[in-house]
């Protein structure tokens, strides 16, 4: 028993073998997490609310919830919204930073590098200050982006500060023609249902590794980004409606040649797979049940809706495969599609906006409350070496 917390045969292992080395950690208890915690068959919770119920909330409230590990009153509420509108403005000119970038760069490139950018503009030796400055300024860093590298104006107003954070990314983005609405609501349960999955999840671990060197909030974040932008983990996104706009039918048949040409020619079937959950995600579930109501008839959607049900049956052919079901990142990029934002280059970086809310809460409670707020010593794990003859130079 560790606090309370009953450690089951699945979560630990209690006789290290060989077998358990270079396996990328699976299972191999590392520590506690105060946020979020994942289970195989009901996904994420936050602070214990199983997604599903949290998925239409405000991003504001659940970063209230992550960050206070409570749900915000109505005064509360009122409250993280004002706090987090009095932190918006950027402490020197990010445009001009961002518009000296390769425009052929990726864009969780430029996320990654913003990130470290607003970090040398300002960092306040204050864990939980720099972590919510950092999430009230990632709307603007966000539009900016896509602005910039499209080529647009970027000299533009201030964000206005009585909005939200959607809001704020939606009018400094400034698309014209599209459902601003809809949009809204797509990255409000974007945003919600990507912010935090558990401690161990690659970027949040690799966010937290930095942070235990006493690094800033930024660099660390920062970090988090460039492991978040692998394919095998938030990237999978962007693959996942690349792949989409490959097949370009929703015929079964067709969509079933499509997976198997993919799996023998050693290509992962992005969207599908995860290394806790073994049944669909909820996550993607939740953004099902959205694009049904919003764009039942979408050609992307229908795609998908097809992929939900072939990918699984082939992956279950193979028994290596833990998990053969639809991840999160199979609906969101049909979802993103849908309203305007097309490019699925720029699917990892809502995710990345989304993960800087638990990654954050996650660094503040390792730094500065775990311990007795002493915090959580410099990650260290042990390594054996493979070469073990000790080796002289003749
Ligand atoms: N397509 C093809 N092969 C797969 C898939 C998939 N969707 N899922 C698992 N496998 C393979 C995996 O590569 C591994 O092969 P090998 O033994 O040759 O290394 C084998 O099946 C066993 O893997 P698992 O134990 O089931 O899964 P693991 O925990 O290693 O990996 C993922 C989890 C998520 C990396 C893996 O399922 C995957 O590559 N999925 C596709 C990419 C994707 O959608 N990633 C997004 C995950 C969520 N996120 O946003 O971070
Ligand atoms: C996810 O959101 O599914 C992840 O960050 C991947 C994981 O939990 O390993």
């Avoid at 309203?339 to 996650?362: C, K, N, S």
Wanted: hydrophobic share 40%.
């Amino acid at each position: 028993m560790l606090r309370g917390i009953k450690l089951t045969d699945e979560d630990v292992l209690l006789e290290l073998t060989d077998k358990h080395l270079n396996i990328g950690l699976r299972g191999v208890p590392v520590g506690t997490c105060r946020t979020s915690f994942v289970t195989p068959t009901e996904g994420v919770h936050y602070c214990g609310y199983p997604i599903r119920e949290l998925a239409s909330f405000e991003p504001e409230d659940i970063v209230y919830l992550l960050m206070n590990k409570e749900l915000p009153n109505a005064s509360q509420s009122q409250e993280i919204r004002k706090d987090l509108a009095s932190r918006a403005k950027i402490p020197g000119d990010l445009a001009s930073v961002l518009s000296t970038l390769p425009k052929f760069g990726h864009p969780m490139d430029w996320l990654s590098v913003g990130i470290h950018t607003l970090g040398m503009f300002e960092t306040t030796d204050d864990w939980k200050e720099d972590a919510l400055n950092l999430i009230a300024r990632m709307p603007r860093l966000m539009g900016l982006i896509f602005r910039i590298r499209e080529g647009r104006d970027s000299n533009i107003p201030e964000d206005d500060t009585s909005l939200s954070l959607v809001d704020r990314f939606i009018n400094t983005l400034g698309l014209e023609n599209v459902d601003k609405g809809v949009m809204k609501r797509v990255i409000s349960t974007y945003l919600v249902l990507h912010m935090d999955h558990g401690g161990g999840n690659l970027s949040t671990f690799t966010g937290k590794a930095v942070a235990s060197g006493k690094a800033t909030v930024y660099s660390s974040i920062a970090g988090a980004m460039n492991a978040l932008s692998g394919p095998l983990h938030g990237r999978a996104n962007q693959s996942c409606l690349e792949f989409v706009l490959k097949i370009g039918t929703s015929d079964t048949d067709e969509v079933e040649a499509f997976v198997r040409a993919e799996l023998d020619a050693g290509r992962p079937i992005f969207g599908f797979g995860h290394a806790v959950l073994r049944v669909e995600d909820p996550r993607a579930t939740v953004q099902f049940e959205l694009g049904e109501e919003i764009c039942p008839n979408d050609e992307n959607f229908k795609i998908i809706r097809t992929l939900r049900d072939v990918a699984p049956r082939v992956l279950g052919e193979n028994p290596k495969i833990s998990n053969p079901n639809a991840n999160v990142d199979i609906a969101s990029g049909a979802l993103l599609h849908h309203v305007g934002l097309t490019d699925p280059t720029y699917y990892t970086t809502f995710f990345g906006w989304a993960r800087v809310a638990g990654i954050g809460a996650q660094i503040v409670d390792e730094r500065s409350v775990f311990r007795g707020g002493k915090g959580v010593p410099i990650y260290r794990p042990k390594y054996f070496a493979e070469q073990q003859t000790l080796r002289h130079i003749e």
